[in-house]
């Protein structure tokens, strides 16, 4: 992915300052030319907040996104905005048969961040699968996919359309986020279902489906198991990666973007048996709200990582997204603190492995 030892990034979202939630929340409704002003003022602050941390790899922060599952509703007719009776937060759900919007949703976002920054860019993407956990009701969208795994298999060539238009906007990165594969490291969650490993095999070949053909991008898959819980306050999984080593070898993508600051999730035995030619994306910085890593914690994790894998293999990300959910309360000083840390952190490790 670059020329240089450890380069960094976020892994995809930065906090929503207030002014920002409430542009695309519509609590205070304006104008779609003052909409698209104020949201570009907006995005401009994020990437330069982020180059001024010094970041290798920037994106827009998701900003533009009132959720970043639900952007499938930007892409496809046949979602309803709904609430969810769990948290009462508002919940995009399927009710009726897919049929494609206008593509180019997410290129829009890349065409934008490129016209503003000489740094490599990202685009994200949520998975299949994912997009099944959360935005499936046995219920309310069984009308149109009484089977949740047909509604999974119709979002796919939703998303592609969006693959083709990024190949030509010639973004640098494109990431899948799958912390829905993730949950099967946690034999709780394992146990709820018929066949734990079939249906992580299922996520997977979902994902492969969708990156089919793309091999000219760079390609890659974020995997997260607790850090956006602690963010959201929600139910932490536990469990290490062993569980899904076999799927994670079966992943079609040049990098995956992984985990390890959290207590528990620390087990750098993965490396010992994940193919030797993923780039990682090693999960160095904490994003839980509160605590902040010093340079020297994010060498000394680091480090222990090259032990296991050649140095150059290794990108430096925080272990989440900083603003999981649009509900995510997190100071954005604090954020690019962390940020500033990871960046000097990359600095001391290209002197020691360099």
């Known amino acids: 992915m670059s020329d240089i030892l450890f380069p960094t990034s976020v892994v995809g979202s930065m ?31 994020i990437v330069a907040l982020q180059e001024q941390a010094g970041l290798d790899v920037v994106t827009d922060g998701e900003w ?87 509604f999974v298999r119709a979002c796919v060539p939703i998303l592609r359309q969006e693959m083709v238009c990024l190949r030509d906007m010639d973004v640098d990165i494109v990431q899948i986020d799958d912390p829905h594969l993730c949950l099967f490291v946690d034999p709780e969650v394992r146990a709820k279902y018929e066949d734990a490993d079939k249906a992580a095999h299922f996520a997977v070949a979902m994902v492969n489906e969708l990156v089919s053909g793309f091999d000219d991008l760079h390609l890659a898959v974020h995997l997260c198991r607790r850090a956006g819980a602690r963010v ?75 032990d296991k894998i050649d140095p150059k293999r290794i990108t430096l990300n925080p272990d989440c997204g900083f603003a999981p959910g649009s509900g995510a309360k997190v100071s954005i000083d604090e954020t690019y603190q962390k940020l500033v840390y990871e960046v000097q952190a990359a600095e001391m490790l290209r002197a020691k492995y360099g």
């Open 64 to 150: 533009r996104r009132k959720s970043y599952i639900g952007v499938i509703a930007d892409m496809a007719h046949g979602f309803e905005l709904s609430t969810n009776p769990a948290d009462g937060r508002p919940w995009t759900i399927v009710v009726d048969k897919l049929s494609p919007k206008e593509p180019g949703v997410i290129a829009d976002e890349v065409r934008f961040l490129k016209s503003i920054t000489s740094k490599k860019v990202k685009a994200t993407l949520p998975s299949p699968a994912l997009l099944g956990e959360r935005m499936w009701d046995a219920q309310l969208s069984s009308k149109a996919y009484p089977d949740r795994n047909d």
């Open 232 to 306: 959201r306050g929600e139910e932490q999984h536990g469990g290490g990666y062993g569980p899904i080593i076999k799927q994670l070898n079966n992943l079609r993508v040049n990098h995956l973007t992984m985990e390890f600051t959290a207590p528990g999730a620390n087990d750098l035995a993965v490396f010992d048996e994940l193919r030797d030619d993923f780039e990682i994306g090693l999960g160095c910085v904490g994003v839980h709200p509160g605590e902040i890593d010093l340079p020297e914690t994010i060498v000394k994790r680091v480090s222990l990582a090259c």
């Open 15 to 45: 906090p929503r300052p207030d002014f920002v939630r409430d542009l695309i929340s519509d609590a205070i409704p304006v104008a779609e030319t003052d909409y698209r002003t104020r949201m570009d003022a907006a995005v401009r602050y």
